[in-house]
């Protein structure tokens, strides 16, 4: 089970951190996405962190996103900062099997979703 948390409205300029808590799984051996979709829009992968730490973000968020995950709390968070109107999204945090990281953009390769957190930034 994934749950996120950490949602709010800021001002564009401003930060926020999301968190994700797993259940039901050791979070070590699996690949942890963080997506986000607007209304209108497709899913699109944000960032992701596999077990041996190395991550991949989308252009639109480097250099402002960070993704990190803490296995004693089994938790995956996304820090956010400079965000901007277009970040205004419901963010959904996800967990895939295999660690390739060819694939951390597809969300028909995670296993498993949580039910989303929304930001907007206005």
């Known amino acids: 089970q994934l749950v996120e948390s950490g949602g709010n409205s800021v001002d564009a300029g401003g930060s926020l951190t999301l968190s994700c808590a797993a259940s039901?799984?050791?979070?070590?051996?699996?690949?942890m996405g963080w997506f986000r979709q607007a209304p209108g829009k497709v899913r699109e992968g944000v960032a992701a962190?596999?077990?041996?730490?190395?991550?991949n973000y989308a252009d639109s968020v480097k250099g402002r996103f960070t993704i990190s995950q803490d296995y004693a709390k089994s938790t995956v968070d996304l820090e956010m900062s400079n965000l901007k109107p277009e970040d205004t999204a419901m963010y959904f945090c996800?967990?895939?099997?295999?660690?390739?990281?060819?694939?951390?953009?597809?969300?028909?390769?995670?296993?498993?979703w949580g039910q989303g957190t929304q930001v907007t930034v206005s």
């Open positions: 996800a967990a895939k099997r295999t660690q390739s990281g060819s694939d951390w953009r597809d969300p028909d390769a995670y296993n498993h």
């Open positions: 039901g799984f050791a979070l070590n051996t699996w690949c």
């Open positions: 962190i596999r077990s041996d730490g190395s991550t």
